[in-house]
């Protein structure tokens, strides 16, 4: 192996521990649990027979991102994930392991506001690969052959540019990236079917799946202490309120309306932090990497940005109508954006970002969207106040 590639800035890069095995198996079995219940997997069947028997015209544009089209991303992400890996244990038994390691990996070794690198880089590979390739092009010749042609084409250059993730020359087969081009391949029905943003999902969402292997932390005490107290806090909160959280559903249906019906302030308070304190908690269990807090995250400066979230939630939900018009597309925008500016140190940190952190801070928009400014505010509040001995707590164990 390149001794050159196993250094980053003079320190050994950490190996990944074997948790991070569970930690995707979990994440994986979360998305067949989600396709089944919102019946997805049927759909995905008849999406790739259709692909794959030339009548691509059958599966163009069905519609936007709802809770019927959710589970057909999950589920379509469920197939992905054994095909991707799959293909990859094959390149790597005829090609042999890689002289260095993936460029990302170095890059993932030290906290850093990767989250942000990780979903620029994305975006700009599906606008290269789906929408010039499948949306632009098309408007030259629409024919079956051709989009098949337009197909082969991107997604070809795509998995080819890939190569740069091997910084040794000799590891640069073309044989190396037979994987992101059998990836493409779902990418392609996905963007066919429901649109350019649909098809960033999958993609991040597959990523991130795959960046679970990369976990450098154990389990420790923190973790353990984190899962008792956000238990408590979801028993408590359900305990005193007794919200209907079969309401949440109608959430899902992202129709942009957000208020539900009867419920008052503390029935949104109560939801929020049931559902909040259960993604952590399954976030522990998963064991994904955590970044701990760091100085500048005190607890102080945490409880003053609360006052401010609201305010920059609801401006940005706004500010996206002018680009973006399907809700379920605007509140997943919103959400990455606000997570832009967090740290991570590993590849599960990544994923746990990703998995815990984006579908958290979609529900919090939900809430504050329905209870307006002045009441989120004090929703915002109350949130941050019970999550700072969660964050007291971390950041002891950091120490």
């Not at 993932?108 to 789906?130: G, S, W």
């Not at 991570?344 to 209870?371: D, E, K, N, Q, Y």
């Amino acid at each position: 192996m390149n001794g050159n590639a196993t250094i980053v800035r003079n320190r050994p890069l950490r190996k990944s521990r074997p948790e991070g095995i569970w930690s995707m198996a979990a994440t994986w079995a979360m998305m067949i649990l989600l396709g089944l219940y919102l019946g997805g997997f049927l759909p995905v069947g008849r999406a790739l027979q259709a692909f794959f028997s030339g009548d691509i015209a059958s599966i163009r544009n069905w519609g936007l991102v709802n809770s019927a089209s959710l589970g057909f991303l999950a589920s379509i992400l469920v197939i992905m994930l054994p095909v991707g890996l799959g293909t990859g244990m094959l390149v790597l038994r005829i090609c042999g392991i890689p002289q260095a390691v993936n460029n990302l990996e170095q890059y993932t070794e030290r906290p850093k506001p990767v989250f942000m690198f990780i979903m620029v880089l994305l975006f700009a590979e599906e606008v290269f690969a789906r929408w010039l390739f499948l949306g632009v092009l098309p408007h030259i010749n629409d024919s079956h052959i051709a989009y098949y042609i337009y197909f082969l084409l991107g997604n070809a250059i795509w998995a080819g540019l890939h190569l740069y993730n091997y910084p040794v020359a000799s590891d640069q087969q073309l044989l190396r990236v037979l994987p992101q081009f059998v990836i493409g391949i779902f990418l392609t029905i996905v963007y066919l079917l429901f649109g350019f943003l649909a098809a960033l999902l999958v993609h991040i969402a597959y990523d991130m799946l795959i960046s679970c292997l990369h976990k450098l932390n154990k389990f420790n005490s923190g973790e353990i202490y984190s899962i008792i107290y956000n238990a408590a806090v979801a028993l408590i909160a359900w305990l005193v309120v007794h919200p209907e959280l079969g309401a949440l559903r109608n959430w899902l249906h992202f129709n942009g309306q957000f208020a539900l019906p009867g419920w008052r302030l503390q029935d949104y308070i109560a939801a929020m932090l049931i559902v909040t304190c259960i993604l952590t908690v399954l976030g522990d269990i998963f064991l994904y990497d955590v970044t701990r807090p760091s100085e500048s995250a005190r607890p102080m400066v945490y409880l003053l940005w609360s006052v401010f979230t609201p305010v920059i939630v609801l401006g940005l939900y706004l500010l996206t109508d002018v680009a973006i018009n399907d809700v379920a597309a605007r509140l997943f925008t919103v959400a990455i954006v606000i997570l832009c500016v967090v740290k991570t140190s590993s590849g599960s940190a990544l994923a746990g970002h990703f998995w815990i952190s984006v579908p958290r801070t979609m529900t919090m928009m939900c809430a504050l969207l329905a209870v307006g400014l002045k009441e989120g505010i004090i929703l915002a509040v109350i949130n941050i106040v019970l999550g700072l001995p969660e964050r007291t707590i971390r950041y002891k164990d950091n120490e």
